[in-house]
């Protein structure tokens, strides 16, 4: 870091990385979460889960800060986070929004089509019941519920090698994106994380630039659905996955591998840039 006074940003993945991709919990991460408090470190919740299923945890953790839902699908910032409107936000309730995603009836329909195209059903999240998504992923059903509510980001069942090399196509000739996270593979608009992500950086940066401060800026994830956000901040940090493994698609020169899984690592990595800031 630079001698000029800095603001530290923290822009996290969720499942797998500051919570256990078992449980859900973020209690391992418990002391770096109080030290990023006590810096005044923004904390920024960047997820693949919807608005209803970021807020309770946004919430839980005590953060007054904006998150990032739906692979980058739209940015949700807290009234009067910064001084003057943002360009493109909306007003929604207690948040101005900014969104970059393709709405999620286009990208279900896509989805039909591509599978017809290839000749495979594809299973997506609108075609589970709540039941079943709480049967894949281990959430309760009321979370379940809160996860199906999306918006920009169609999750469906992994495919094989071929298959999903063939709707990566299909998805590509339509300006759509495909990805990996940690469970699901997911077809969205031509926006990441790293999108919402530059945005966001770029709009602190400005308003701090007035106060002659500077923002620094950590990214924390565990997948290759993570690159674009790592891409984006001045540390990128990888935790490991649930089998102590890295995710080997993701590499870059300034990557710094958390010595633990998921929230464990997270903790660790966090506790070392602090004690060294």
């Known amino acids: 870091m630079s001698a000029m006074p800095t603001r530290m940003m923290v822009i996290s ?5 500051l919570l256990d991709s078992e449980t859900y919990s973020s209690t391992a991460a418990g002391p770096a979460l109080e030290a990023l408090k006590k810096k005044g470190a923004c904390l920024v919740l960047a997820s693949s889960k919807t608005r209803a299923e970021v807020e309770p945890i946004h919430r839980k953790l005590g953060a007054n800060t904006p998150f990032i839902v739906e692979n980058g699908g739209a940015l949700y910032v807290p009234a009067g986070f910064f001084r003057a409107p943002l360009n493109g936000a909306v007003s929604r309730g207690e948040y101005e929004v900014v969104e970059f995603g393709t709405p999620y009836a286009t990208l279900r329909a896509a989805l039909k089509d591509i599978a017809s195209i290839i000749g495979t059903d594809i299973k997506g999240f609108g075609d589970m ?31 094989n090698g ?23 593979h997911h077809l969205l608009g031509p926006n990441d994380k790293g999108t919402a992500c530059r945005f966001l950086i770029q709009s602190c940066g400005c308003q701090l630039a007035a106060s002659q401060r500077r923002l620094y800026t950590i ?21 490991q996955r649930p089998d102590g493994s890295y995710d ?5 020169p300034h990557l710094l591998r958390a010595p633990g899984i998921g929230p464990v690592g997270w903790n660790a990595s966090v506790l070392t840039i602090l004690n060294a800031a």
């Open 13 to 17: 993945d969720l499942d797998g990385t």
């Open 129 to 159: 019941t709540i039941e079943e998504v709480a049967e894949r992923t281990g959430l309760t059903r009321q979370e379940a519920m809160l996860a199906k509510q999306r918006e920009y980001d169609e999750p469906f069942v992994p495919l």
């Open 162 to 184: 071929s298959l999903i090399e063939a709707v990566c196509r299909e998805a590509t000739a339509r300006g759509l994106t495909c990805t990996r996270g940690g469970r699901f």
């Open 219 to 239: 990214g924390i994830g565990d997948s290759a659905n993570d690159l674009p956000m790592l891409l984006s901040v001045d540390q990128p940090i990888l935790v």
């Open 248 to 252: 080997p698609t993701v590499r870059l």
